[in-house]
């Protein structure tokens, strides 16, 4: 990851709203060069309006917006030709074939990439010359992303890209988007899938009330106490507990002496297990917490 220019992606307080309804509310965001980022959040929290306002697809209601040094609402043919787009839905592809539709698109960019090196990337290849509307629809998304990538973009948004794959088809194309990101390509993710954030993203932001709520490289997200061994066991009468400490070996020492001393098998309680919080377990702690801020936010009002 290069981080010593300026950022591809600088956000601030950027808000959205439609009447008194308030889909961003001072969402700060910044992505460098290089980057791959995953902005994760529930249905309805922004994010697809978050990635279309990057795009200059949406106009924000207030804040500041920079993609590439420039405003997207208000930059030109040669900034539209840095940025790439995979959107949730494929497009109408018309009547034709793979290799059509990338040639037609790759002519639109001053240093495309040739046509085979794309279908051969996306793994296409053995498709090209067949109609698209013909393609399974996970043949028809490596299209989409194939169309994205033809003009070797700088800055590459992916919403939703893998909705519909089966966990073969998924693993694929992240082995895909991690050769193009070594190339040196920043991307900006939309995932629902909290393994995908995990092995593809430098950085993930949990997008909830409007602005990111938590941001931090996966492995770090929610902070050291999120990340808190939890120890999990069933005692001699049957009844199951779970603990949460900093020093799961003594707990577990405990329990061992107090199984010998109750005389269970093996000198252990049954069922022991420690294991640290998932993502998506730390994921779904800082939605709760958000929604509890906001309901005792509009209880106060």
Same mark, same amino acid.
């Given at each position: 990851?290069?981080?010593?220019?300026?950022?591809?992606?600088?956000?601030?307080?950027?808000? /959205?709203?439609?009447?008194?309804?308030?889909?961003?509310?001072?969402?700060?965001?910044?992505?460098?060069?290089?980057?791959?980022?995953?902005?994760?959040?529930?249905?309805?929290?922004?994010?697809?309006?978050?990635?279309?306002?990057?795009?200059?697809?949406?106009?924000?209601?207030?804040?500041?917006?920079?993609?590439?040094?420039?405003?997207?609402?208000?930059?030109?043919?040669?900034?539209?030709?840095?940025?790439?787009?995979?959107?949730?839905?494929?497009?109408?592809?018309?009547?034709?074939?793979?290799?059509?539709?990338?040639?037609?698109?790759?002519?639109? *960019?001053?240093?495309?990439?040739?046509?085979?090196?794309?279908?051969?990337?996306?793994?296409?290849?053995?498709?090209? /010359?067949?109609?698209?509307?013909?393609?399974?629809?996970?043949?028809?998304?490596?299209?989409?992303?194939?169309?994205?990538?033809?003009?070797?973009?700088?800055?590459?948004?992916?919403?939703?890209?893998?909705?519909?794959?089966?966990?073969?088809?998924?693993?694929?194309?992240?082995?895909?988007?991690?050769?193009?990101?070594?190339?040196?390509t920043a991307v900006l993710l939309t995932t629902h899938y909290l393994d995908e954030a995990e092995r593809l993203a430098d950085r993930v932001g949990v997008l909830a009330g409007g602005r990111i709520v938590a941001e931090a490289p996966p492995a770090a997200l929610g902070g050291a106490e999120a990340r808190v061994p939890v120890?999990?066991?069933?005692?001699?009468?049957?009844?199951?507990?779970? @603990?949460?400490?900093?020093?799961?070996?003594?707990?577990?020492?405990?329990?061992?002496?107090?199984? @010998?001393?109750?005389?269970?098998?093996?000198?252990?309680?049954?069922?022991?297990?420690?294991?640290?919080?998932?993502?998506?377990?730390? *994921?779904?702690?800082?939605?709760?917490?958000?929604?509890?801020?906001?309901?005792? @936010?509009?209880?106060?009002?």
């Amino acid at each position: 990851m290069n981080t010593t220019q300026d950022p591809v992606i600088s956000v601030r307080g950027l808000s /959205k709203h439609y009447g008194k309804q308030r889909v961003l509310d001072g969402l700060d965001l910044e992505i460098s060069a290089g980057e791959t980022y995953a902005l994760l959040g529930p249905n309805g929290a922004g994010k697809s309006t978050t990635i279309e306002i990057l795009e200059g697809a949406r106009t924000p209601s207030s804040g500041t917006v920079r993609v590439l040094g420039e405003d997207p609402l208000t930059a030109g043919r040669p900034w539209r030709a840095r940025i790439g787009i995979v959107t949730q839905n494929s497009g109408d592809l018309g009547p034709f074939t793979p290799r059509e539709l990338i040639s037609h698109f790759g002519g639109l *960019y001053p240093n495309p990439r040739p046509v085979d090196e794309v279908l051969d990337l996306v793994g296409l290849a053995s498709h090209a /010359k067949k109609r698209a509307t013909k393609l399974s629809g996970g043949q028809q998304r490596r299209l989409d992303f194939a169309l994205g990538i033809v003009g070797r973009p700088e800055l590459l948004f992916l919403d939703e890209p893998t909705t519909g794959f089966d966990a073969e088809a998924r693993r694929q194309f992240w082995s895909m988007l991690e050769g193009l990101t070594d190339e040196g390509t920043a991307v900006l993710l939309t995932t629902h899938y909290l393994d995908e954030a995990e092995r593809l993203a430098d950085r993930v932001g949990v997008l909830a009330g409007g602005r990111i709520v938590a941001e931090a490289p996966p492995a770090a997200l929610g902070g050291a106490e999120a990340r808190v061994p939890v120890v999990s066991w069933r005692d001699s009468s049957g009844v199951r507990h779970q @603990e949460r400490t900093r020093t799961p070996d003594a707990l577990v020492a405990r329990l061992r002496t107090e199984a @010998e001393e109750a005389g269970l098998p093996h000198g252990e309680p049954e069922e022991l297990e420690i294991r640290r919080p998932s993502l998506e377990e730390i *994921y779904l702690s800082l939605l709760d917490a958000n929604q509890t801020d906001v309901r005792e @936010e509009g209880a106060a009002a």
